[in-house]
């Protein structure tokens, strides 16, 4: 039985060869699409996974509201793991992270070579996360000072083999420091939140340990079988009223954490599990860029819809050209076959339809590949889906949709009343379907719905672009590491200053992108400091040239001169920060502040000379926080204000100088637009890769709303020839054919808008600067739903409307 099925359906796929492919077309279009974001998603929700202990493991996040600054950091104070590890038996290891400045140089050969995957880290590493040793001892790598784990690749790329345990690498710290390879660790896995190529020891780092006041280690720990996470949060309140409180108490003048909570203050320690770092964290520092969960939900739908499309099309072709079968299934009834046969014979086809599309599908996946993974940043390959469990889903796959999609045409066909068909009374009701109907709108609600959301991402994206960000970001080259060059950093900005084409140069650690250098200390409008009067904000340390040399604007006061001498001891405040000390004129005013050194009991105060314009220094989805600057020393970075044609020539002559100064240290810049739009990659990929769904669910869409054209216009052949006859023009039988089509897609944008409005506001909130959605986008979408609908199906109005009368009507 189960052959004949395959047979009549294989007869049937050839014989309606237009139906098989507009289906085919269309199902194999969502399977692909569906096939590509599940590969997408099931990448993202595995992250981390391959840790042995990664439902026990845990981040320490600190959180603090302070001063007009609200902090959600992924770093706590030094000593926390130890303190949890040494005060509660639930914590049954901890480890630290630790990197000052996100890069090493690590002499290879003659030359120097900028590493940026690098980290310090405590002897504990192994203990709490599964990264298996290629050669060495990870139970001891880590235990003395200058040692170093790397991973395979790095072995390779410094060694030429994976064998490298016991040699040593150099790095530029104090001059010249060498570390002993104590073991090679497989490269990293792809899917985890962080990636190290070289793991340094926690004993080389120069750093105040003991500090509860200064957040600057990532630091994990695992927790014991059986423990509740949720619960074990509750200790950190003893332990910030324990630890904290004493060293807190030395600069502010507090008496309970109860009491500077209720100066609107807050300090608080959090768990984050190891699992939901990757999709649910979005806080500073991170050690790697995180994905989003929101992005995660987004294409999931997206793709599950454009897969709905796919189905729907199926349905709506089956059921629009129900009468050619009609007579079919009348026939077979009443030779007596059962409905449960139909049913079964229908879903074969559906299913067989679907298997064909399946492979398609995997062409047209394997084809995309390459510019998906350009789209979404990922590495994946169509030979993922081998895997064991990928392989029962792909099995699985066109089992369902045959089924979802076959299902109800199979029981609408096998449903006919034999002699209601074979009295040729079917083709009345062929018209007008409801469901059908029903079917276009989702799609086409669908359709709409996604060209909205690309042109409103789109124009948030624009609006960033354009937005004025309080400094230039354009033509300002930012080289990197120029702190090495050590006493000659200073030569060589000037060196490069008196090249032609450049038109200001400044010492630039802290730029205004959210991969840059930041620095927090706490202020107060008077000499004694205490919750009310503290504020916590940005301090960045600058040299006579950086205003300049930024675009930025002092809307008040000066910017610091060489003029002045005390001018060591100023500061230059934003408009926040001179807002949130409510002075009417700033200007003279005084801030203070403690020393930088552990402990430093000494108070400063700085003199307020400048008002600086707001400028933006993180994403525009976050406000402007209080900042400030002083002068000192931040040059392990440089910034040139250029404008050339030739920036290749530039670069050539900037270099060039460098090599001067520094033969063995590699030169490395970027400019500071191209960072800028580095903070916007997430939305930039969204911007793309919603607007390839959107082609995909239109293109699909489109093949349906032709199929079922091509079909209505076959069932309203004599109703044409009858009008034609009667004097009806082809211009009125066009508009009569496309009519109910457009009616369909107006009522598609009815039920869009308020969807796509709810869902584009939802995601807008993650803005603080963000644009207003205007009515035209809705409308523009509108208008192209229908012109893509009236262009679809215009072809076979205007071919039904064309037709001789003399041939549709001649058998009557």
Known sequence: MLKNYFKIAWRNLVKNKAFSVINITGLASGLACFILIALYVADELSYDRFNEKANRIYRVNTDIVFGGTNLHMATTCDPMGATLKRDYPQVEEYVRFYNSNGSKLVKKGNEFINENNVVHADSTLFDVFTLPAVGGNTKTALNEPNTVVINAST????????????????????????????????????????????????????????????????????????????????????????????????????????DFKKAGNKLEYTLMPLTDIHLHSDRSPELGINGSVEYVYIFSAVAFFVLLLACVNFMNLSTARSAGRAKEVGMRKVMGTQRKALIGQFLTESVLMTFVSLLIALVIAAFCMQYFNALSGKSLAITDLLRPGYLTFLILLPLAVGVVAGGYPAFYLSGFKPITVLKGKMNAGVKKSGLRNALVVIQFSTSIILIVGTMVVYRQLNYIQTKKLGFNKDQLLIVNGTGSLGKNSEVFKNEVAKITGVNGASSAGFLPVSNSSRSDFTYSKSAVMDSKSGLNMQTWRIDYDYIKTMGMEIIQGRNFSKDFGADSGAVIINESTAALLGYKDPIGNKIYSYGEGQFSKQLFAYNIIGVVKNFHYESLRQTVAPLCFRLGDAGWATAFKVSTADVKGLVANIETEWKKLSPAMPFSYQFLDDSFNEMYKVEQRTGKLGLSLSIVAILIACLGLFGLATYMAEQRTKEMGVRKVLGATTESLVKLLSADFLRLVLIALIVAVPVAWTLMHFWLKDFAFRINMPWWVFVAAGLSAMLIALLTVSYQSIKAALTNPVKSLRSE
């Open 155 to 258: 072995a390779m790329k410094y060694f030429g083999t994976t064998d490298a345990v016991g040699k040593t690498i150099e790095t530029n710290e104090n001059n010249s420091t060498l570390y002993k390879v104590t073991a090679v660790i497989k490269d990293i896995p792809h899917n985890a939140h962080f990636n190290f190529d070289f793991i340094f020891s926690m004993d080389n780092v120069q750093y105040d340990f003991g500090n509860y006041l200064s957040c600057n280690h990532q630091t994990y720990i695992v927790l014991k079988e059986g423990t509740d996470y949720k619960v074990f949060e509750k200790n950190f309140a003893q332990v910030a009223e324990k630890y904290v409180l004493p060293q807190a108490s030395q600069f502010l003048n507090i008496s309970s954490l109860a």
